[in-house]
């Protein structure tokens, strides 16, 4: 499965909108893009996927660029419930989910 | 939807015992549950893949003989930790994809402490 950077850390103000960025530069073409986060102490959260297609939930928004070498998780209005790491993943259907650091998310009042 | 619950959600054991750990899906079939370990300020790392009703399989470097997982029906899997050490200590966590699709859903975890 590809792989993916994503920044170390990132701070947002609460009530605006979080926008974290994943690059995956050697995606393939059957590979999906998963985003989890992980509240301290607990385990990781599904957060959405997608192929290609932009796709929006109740949580997030996810936005795939369109040559697929990147992408951009959106959380419409912060909340300090979501200060979490949040994890990138690539993966083909199927295959197992290969954690990497991740990105911390600092929401701050 | 998706609910993946674990028992119990932290665990104190004395070297050498073993200590076993329930995964449940609760308004799902899961065909395959996953184990994974995390310490403390480290990311996640997959100790095995269970499917129901067959052996299951190991990530390199884990123990099969001291991590005895048990995936007896679409709803449970167990990890037993034998023979538990100091070392052994840290974040167990498991998920199970919901049966026809790839999407994982994890438990809350369990903490093991090994005195």
């Known amino acids: 499965d590809a792989k993916t950077t994503q920044p170390t850390s990132m701070d947002c103000a609460e009530g605006r909108a979080a926008n974290l960025p994943c690059n995956h530069s050697?995606?393939?073409?059957?590979?999906?893009v998963y985003w989890y986060r992980q509240i301290h102490s607990q385990g990781p959260q599904y957060i959405i996927h997608?192929?290609?297609n932009n796709e929006t939930n109740e949580m997030a928004s996810l936005i795939i660029t369109e040559d697929r070498k990147s992408s951009t998780l959106i959380l419409p209005h912060a909340t300090l419930r979501d200060t979490a790491v949040y994890y990138c993943?690539?993966?083909?259907?199927?295959?197992?989910?290969?954690f990497g650091a991740g990105t911390i998310l600092r929401v701050k009042s | 939807g998706a609910v993946v619950s674990q028992h119990p959600s932290w665990v104190i054991c004395k070297s050498g015992t073993s200590v076993k750990i329930e995964c449940r899906s609760l308004?799902?079939?899961?065909?395959?549950m996953f184990w994974y370990r995390q310490f403390p300020k480290q990311s996640l790392m997959l100790m095995a893949t269970?499917?129901?009703?067959?052996?299951?399989?190991?990530e390199q470097g884990v123990e099969k003989d001291k991590f005895l997982i048990n995936h007896a029906s679409l709803t449970l899997s167990t990890l037993t930790v034998t023979s538990a050490h100091p070392e052994d200590s840290s974040f167990y966590i498991c998920?199970?994809?919901?049966?026809?699709?790839?999407?994982?859903?994890f438990g809350p975890g369990t903490r093991l402490t090994v005195l």
């Open positions: 050697t995606i393939s073409g059957n590979e999906y």
């Open positions: 269970s499917n129901e009703g067959s052996k299951a399989t190991y």
């Open positions: 308004d799902f079939q899961a065909t395959t």
């Open positions: 993943i690539v993966r083909v259907g199927g295959n197992k989910l290969v």
């Open positions: 997608g192929l290609k």
């Open positions: 998920s199970a994809s919901v049966s026809g699709t790839d999407t994982q859903y």
